[in-house]
Structure formats: C-alpha cells, structure tokens
DNA sequence: TGAGATATGTCAACAACGCTGACGTAAAAA
DNA sequence: TTTTTACGTCAGCGTTGTTGACATATCTCA
C-alpha cells in the first residue's frame, strides 16, 4: 500500500468530532426529503413548494408574514413559489378580516390532498424507523432533534409543532 | 372568527401524519448545516465545498468516483466546488498509484484545520443534544437516524460512517 | 384628518448548486 | 490494438436562495 493504514489523521486537541453522527444525519435527511421530490417532480413542483404547502396546509390562515418567520427566506424567494402554488390552484387566498392588508393562506382541496399525501410517504420513512424499538422511541427521537435545534428557537418551535403557531398567538 | 378553532383539517383515512417528527427533522437539520454555512461564508465557500472537504478529510485519498459515489451528484456539479477548493489549497491531488487515470484527494494541512474546524462546530451541537440524557442516547440516535436511511443504503453507510469506504474495499 | 408605520407585491440582478448533453484525453484492460 | 474506464471540460439550463429599490393598500396614532 502506498498510503499507510490509518484512515484519519490524529484529530488533535479538543473533543473528538461524531463522525458517525454528523453523517448519519447528512444520509438520513436526504432521503428524507428525496421522498418528496419524486412526487413533487411530477407537479413541476420543488422543495420550497413543499415546505410552503406543508406549513400552509398544517396552519390553515396563515399569513405571509407568519410563512416567512417560519420558513426564513426573503418574500421574494417565497413570493415565487407561492405565486406559482396559487396559479395551479393548490393554495389560496383571502383577505384578512381584522386586518385587511394580510393575506390569510389555505390550501384547496387538492393542496390538501397532496400535502397530505407527501406527509404520509415521510411519516412511513419516520414509523419504518421506530418500528421494533421500544414505545418510548419515539419521544426520545423527538427530544433528540428538539435539542439538535438552537435552544432560543425552542419555544417556538414546540409552538408550531404541536399546532399553536407563534403569528396567530399575537 | 371566520375561520372555526380546529387549526387541522381531518386527515382522513390511513395513518395520522407524524407532522411534530416530520417539522423538527427539518428545522434541526436547518440549524445543523447553519452552524457550518456562517464559517464557510468567510472563505467564499458554501455548503457543497463543505460536503467534499469533509468526506475527503475524512477519507485520505478518495478518487474521484468515490466521492461522486458519495454525494451523489454529477461530475460537473463536483469539479466546480473541486476545482475551487483544490485552487485555494484545501485539498490536494495526488495521482493513483495502482491506477494512474485516478486522482487521490487529500485534505491539505490547512484543509484538514477547516474540516476539523467545521466537523468540531457540529459535534458540539450533537453534544448539547445528548448531553443530560441516559448515555445509551447517543446509540439510540444512531439506531433512528440510519433507520430514517433507506435500508438498501445500510451496509454502504455503515461501512463508510465507520471509516471503511466501499470504494477502498473493492 | 393627515403622517407614518406596516403588510404585501414586484422588478431586476445575481450567486450557489443541482442537472443534461457532448466531447476530449490518458491510461488500463481485453 | 481496440475498447473501456477515469476523469476533465464547455455550454446551457432550472431551482432556490440573496440584495436593493420601489409601489400600493391599509392600519394606527397624534
């Protein structure tokens, strides 16, 4: 052999780098979201449709400002796929009714109908994985990517998992 | 209200989508990859860069076609960020020995501080989150997230987050 | 009522990073 | 010696993120 047998350089001071963890989640996460794709391939639709039709369809009345502190990404890049989303009809829109200048999100019938469809083929991916462990399982998989999450975005996070968004709380 | 107090509409028939494990996969591995993107900003480099030094450093004298094995991208998406790593003097390359159509990628010395830089920011994270929890965690993390694999993908991910890559073996 | 803040839309340009298709070269293998 | 393999490269394109600037409708407050 030309090259000598170890494999990693001595990792120097500090902790040793979780390896097995960091790419574990890098494998893991995508084919998570390659699930989707393949569907939403079809729709000529990507994964920014998916996650606006997903988090609309999870909190019906959504607002554009309320989409975008969840989502994190400039109303531009939002505007583009949400325009889209609308013109195929699977997401509309009416006017807020306390404050008329909001625009309130929903999906149509069909939005629904695929959010929940792509839901399932990653909620299949998640119970393929908890399957044969103990019942516990999976609340010890849910605190595991809680506290992967930066502690100040906690509260609001559990806020929108458990269905109570932060915009409609204010 | 306009709208009724149920945020959710019957999921209909078939299994209940497990929307809370579905929405912090996605916010945790925002936040995992977050952590490394804000350093890699200052050497103009984003997370794709990432990905090839970290799996070269990580193997010493991976190919070409090991790595696109890897990343599962095409040759042309990998020589960009190649080309610019290997210019900037991250990594280097060395021709194969046995082969010598091959090229060995090596992480450079400063090369291999950035990866470490960047795997050490990430473990930090994985260690917050394990922390003050059984020490069999870290295990059951490990178990949920190759699990969230696909299983046809297991013993390649195994050999490879183990240290053993398949393109070495064969 | 009138000024200013707020919610949203839009135009333009750009960057990162995927993709396909086509073609070239050097070295190994048959 | 022919074919296959490993890799590089040119060209073009799509998705999805960015910044900056500006327009409009509506709400709020003095």
Same mark, same amino acid.
């Given at each position: 052999?030309?090259?000598?047998?170890?494999?990693?350089?001595?990792?120097?001071?500090?902790?040793?780098?979780?390896?097995?963890?960091?790419?574990?989640?890098?494998?893991?996460?995508?084919?998570?979201?390659?699930?989707?794709?393949?569907?939403?391939?079809?729709?000529?639709?990507?994964?920014?449709?998916?996650?606006?039709?997903?988090?609309?369809?999870?909190?019906?009345?959504?607002?554009?400002?309320?989409?975008?502190?969840?989502?994190?990404?400039?109303?531009?890049?939002?505007?583009?796929?949400?325009?889209?989303?609308?013109? +195929?009809?699977?997401?509309?829109?009416?006017?807020? +009714?306390?404050?008329?200048?909001?625009?309130?999100?929903?999906?149509?019938?069909?939005?629904?109908?695929?959010?929940?469809?792509?839901?399932?083929?990653?909620?299949?991916?998640?119970?393929?994985?908890?399957?044969?462990?103990?019942?516990?399982?999976?609340?010890?998989?849910?605190?595991?990517?809680?506290?992967?999450?930066?502690?100040?975005?906690?509260?609001?996070?559990?806020?929108?998992?458990?269905?109570?968004?932060?915009?409609?709380?204010?």
């Amino acid at each position: 052999m030309s090259e000598p047998t170890r494999l990693h350089r001595d990792p120097g001071p500090g902790e040793v780098p979780a390896y097995e963890l960091i790419e574990l989640f890098f494998f893991a996460y995508r084919d998570f979201v390659g699930d989707p794709d393949r569907i939403l391939a079809d729709y000529g639709f990507g994964r920014a449709h998916h996650r606006v039709l997903h988090f609309v369809d999870r909190h019906p009345g959504l607002t554009i400002a309320g989409l975008l502190d969840i989502l994190r990404i400039t109303k531009q890049s939002l505007n583009r796929v949400l325009k889209e989303l609308i013109e +195929t009809g699977f997401v509309e829109v009416r006017p807020g +009714t306390e404050d008329r200048r909001q625009r309130l999100l929903f999906t149509t019938e069909p939005g629904h109908e695929l959010a929940l469809r792509l839901a399932r083929l990653q909620t299949r991916r998640v119970q393929r994985a908890l399957e044969g462990v103990p019942p516990d399982a999976r609340d010890a998989a849910s605190r595991f990517l809680l506290a992967m999450i930066d502690p100040s975005e906690h509260s609001a996070v559990l806020d929108l998992v458990s269905g109570r968004p932060r915009e409609a709380a204010q």
